[in-house]
Structure formats: C-alpha cells, structure tokens
C-alpha cells in the first residue's frame, strides 16, 4: 500500500508491518508538495539510493518508536546484566549511534535548505515573471490612457462644432430674410 492510497483511504492497517509503522509514524506525515518545483526536487531525490536510506534512517530516529525501542533496548541491557558497570560497550554503542544519527541529521539538514533553495528558486522567476507582466500591463495602461485623451480632445471638438453650427443656425435665424447669411 503506497503512501498516497494510505492518506486517501482512511483503513486501518491490518498486517503487523502496517500496524507497526503507523504505530512508528503515528504523528503522520506532512502533506505532499504541490509545488512543481518540489515535486522535481524530491523525484530526483528519490532516484539516488543513498537518499532514499538516509531519509527512511532520519524518519526512524526521528519518531517515537525509535525513543522506545531505546528505552527497551538500555532496560534489558541493564536489567540482564549484559556487561557490568560502567557499562563501556553500551557507552561505545551509544557513542557511535550518536555520530552516525548526527550525521543523518546533519544531511537531513541539507536536504531541508535544498528544498529552500529550490522554493526561493521558484519563487524568483515567479517575481520576475510577474514583474514583467506588470510592464507589459503598465505600458497596455499608458497606451488607454493616451487613446481615452485622444478620444477626450476628439470629443471636445466635435462639441465646439456643434456649438459653432448651433449659433450659426441662430444667428440665420435672427437676420431678415433676403441678407446674405454669413459663413
């Protein structure tokens, strides 16, 4: 059952691995990227088997599980009388879990300001997309408005020349009949 049929289906898991690892993951998972960029990002992250171990390591240790299987595994270290103490094997163990997991964390790290990096990637040729369309539509406005004066002043003189063919019209009308009509 893939991640994606899981979310969309809410059934319970049946099998004890499906059980387990809700039980592992019980906080769930964070949504799927929509972003395009991201998308690309993780499928080729995906394809490299070095990552995919290492994030499926960060998500274990990042995850209760992995706090109770500690407690289990130091309890029964002790309580069995593994070694005695001070307990310098389990100390070396433990030593040696903790540059490993740090180094998990530390390329979990990475991977987090990659997928930032390619966000801010995104993000910018978005801006730069948007900013030219806001040329393109400051120049579309400048051209509207110089069209609408255009058509202002248009109007404007049609309006005098319908007010000067209105007072020739009245001052034909007040001359006597048979004097010249002046133009």
């Known amino acids: 059952m893939t991640q994606a049929s899981r979310h969309a289906s809410d059934t319970k898991p049946k099998t004890f691995r499906q059980r387990l690892h809700a039980f592992a993951h019980s906080e769930g998972r964070l949504p799927r990227p929509i972003d395009p960029a991201l998308l690309q990002h993780e499928r080729q992250r995906a394809e ?3 990552n995919r171990a290492a994030d499926a390591i960060t998500a274990f240790s990042g995850s209760m ?3 109770y299987v500690h407690v289990a595994w130091f309890a029964c270290w002790i ?6 103490y ?6 070396m163990i433990v030593s040696l879990e903790a540059i490993f997991l740090s180094t998990f964390v530390l390329i979990s790290q990475n991977r987090a300001d990659a997928k930032r990096q390619v966000i ?8 730069k997309e948007e900013s030219k369309q806001n ?5 579309l406005s400048n051209q ?8 202002r002043t248009m109007a404007s ?7 000067l063919a209105a007072l020739r019209k009245e001052i034909r009308a007040l001359l006597p009949p048979g004097t010249t009509k002046p133009d």
Do not use: M, N
């Open 157 to 163: 003189t049609f309006r005098d020349q319908d007010e």
């Open 135 to 139: 040329v393109e539509l400051l120049r």
């Open 65 to 67: 599980l992995f706090v």
């Open 86 to 91: 001070p307990y310098g094997l389990l100390t």
């Open 48 to 50: 490299a088997r070095q």
């Open 120 to 127: 801010a990637d995104e993000q910018w040729r978005t801006v």
């Open 79 to 84: 309580g069995f009388g593994v070694e005695k």
């Open 144 to 151: 509207i408005l110089a069209l609408t004066q255009e058509v």
